[in-house]
């Protein structure tokens, strides 16, 4: 195999390509979901496939295939370069932006990581049960529960990248995702709660994290709301727990600073570097290196090995978040930000673990000084413009904190407000880091896995109000 992508990568180059890579793809994957007693999905699929990229001129042009034979592999190189061709043609006319891919070492490895329980070993039987009894103990929870659903996740993957830089690295990894979701009625007041794990890890993670106390914690959080009351409107002093500070600054920060939205105009740290844009005490980081989080990768799918990069550190813009197009396009280095979802999506720049680092203060602390104020908790939804800098979320649960202390449930609690004016406004950052919300990231049609690890955060005041259900 090693031969024939060489002889792939040669052929194209030989045709005046700049650059190539390549990435093929074998694993498979186990899905369980199960929603109101009923198993909707319960499947094991194996897929494979190549998906290539070549550089011409200045055009990319990109092939996939789910066809792994030899011919089938230089027949992905020849309709990717013949697809480059055609769009630096159509593009003759126009001025289009110079293409350069920044420098970077080539790199040969085999890495596996050797899960203490390979979830392929681990029967469908075995699994069914796990999840059933996730779903059984949430549903006697309460009678108030209503609804239950169980979506259970694995999977192992073997990815050779290969590039026209000299890289050839194999990598072998599992991964496995587990989310409970539970709704609670109470006359005619409806209420949801939601848990999730996951990690790059074999089937040990999931037994570690207990599926029956994962969906047992959301149907709790969903019985829990429904005495909540609605919060006050206005301008507000607002704690964040650990899990809605990590969703913020993924959100709100992480996508404006990946370099593509920057390099197209989209983000409202286009210029910032070097500027001192939040507090001084907050630091923000992109860490794919966590062993055992969600959004762990040894390389991205440009063969770049994965680092630390810190976008914010003691309130100044630090870095983006690169690819290795956008790094030689904006002069910068290459931070292994490039994730494709599949064989058959273009690697675009993404983030992977979002790491906000503890400051010096206790949660008690914060609080004490605070005569009236909302303690947000988790996030439902959102959305967020990374153009205009704007950003509205919905916190799962919360409370009102009154003289110092937490006093009246609440819920439906909307937070909105401007990202940099609320960067500025974090008055206090928390010493009680931990793991926060792990789920999967879109952007252009792609979904990655993600985790956050953040603290309590405390911003001085932030938009509050709150919808009826």
């Not at 932006?97 to 040969?108: G, L």
């Not at 280095?333 to 064989?343: I, L, V, W």
């Amino acid at each position: 195999m090693e031969e024939e992508i060489k002889k792939a990568i040669d052929f194209v180059l030989s045709n005046h390509a700049k650059y190539a890579d390549v990435r093929l793809e074998r694993g498979y994957a186990t899905v369980i979901d199960l929603r109101d007693d009923v198993f909707r999905e319960m499947s094991y699929g194996i897929d494979q496939g190549i998906g290539v990229r070549v550089l011409y001129k200045d055009s990319w042009g990109f092939a996939s295939s789910n066809n792994l034979a030899r011919p089938a592999i230089k027949d992905a190189f020849e309709d990717a370069l013949n697809i480059g061709r055609a769009l630096s043609v159509s593009e003759s006319n126009k001025k289009s932006a110079t293409i350069t891919i920044a420098d970077a070492p080539s790199r040969t490895d085999h890495f596996k990581l050797k899960p203490k329980i390979n979830p392929d070993d681990v029967s469908i039987e075995e699994k069914k049960r796990m999840v059933k009894d996730a779903y059984d103990a949430a549903k006697a929870h309460s009678d108030l529960i209503k609804s239950v659903s169980i979506l259970y996740l694995d999977g192992y993957e073997e990815q050779i990248y290969a590039n026209s830089d000299g890289s050839y690295i194999v990598t072998e990894t599992p991964a496995v995702f587990m989310r409970a979701g539970a709704v609670a009625k109470k006359g005619d007041v409806l209420q949801e709660g939601r848990e999730s794990v996951g990690a790059v890890a074999g089937f040990e993670f999931i037994k570690e994290e207990n599926p029956v106390t994962v969906a047992v914690k959301a149907a709790d959080k969903a019985v829990r709301l429904l005495d909540a009351k609605l919060p006050p409107a206005g301008e507000l002093p607002v704690i964040m727990d650990n899990r809605l500070t990590g969703v913020f600054m993924h959100e709100a920060l992480g996508h404006a600073a990946e370099a593509d939205h920057v390099l197209y105009g989209e983000s409202i740290l286009k210029g910032k570097l070097g500027a001192e844009i939040a507090y001084e005490g907050l630091t923000v980081a992109d860490d794919p290196t966590i062993e055992c989080s969600h959004g762990y990768y040894r390389y991205d799918d440009e063969g770049m090995r994965s680092n630390r990069t810190e976008i914010i550190k003691n309130g100044v813009l630090l870095s983006y978040l690169h690819s290795r197009e956008t790094a030689g396009r904006l002069d910068a280095k290459p931070t292994a930000n490039a994730r494709a979802a599949d064989y058959s999506d273009l690697p675009i720049v993404r983030m992977s673990n979002t790491v906000i680092e503890e400051g010096d203060w206790q949660f008690d602390e914060m609080r004490a000084d605070i005569p009236f104020g909302i303690y947000a908790k988790g996030m439902r939804g959102g959305q967020v413009d990374t153009v205009k800098g704007e950003f509205q979320f919905s916190a799962e649960e919360a409370f009102l904190i009154e003289n110092g202390m937490l006093s009246t449930r609440l819920k439906n609690v909307s937070l909105s407000g401007r990202t940099l004016d609320v960067l500025k406004s974090i008055d206090a950052v928390g010493n009680d880091k931990k793991r926060g919300t792990i789920g999967f990231c879109g952007k252009d049609g792609q979904d990655v896995p993600v985790s956050e690890y953040a603290p309590h955060v405390r911003v001085t005041k932030i938009l509050v109000g709150g919808a009826s259900s």
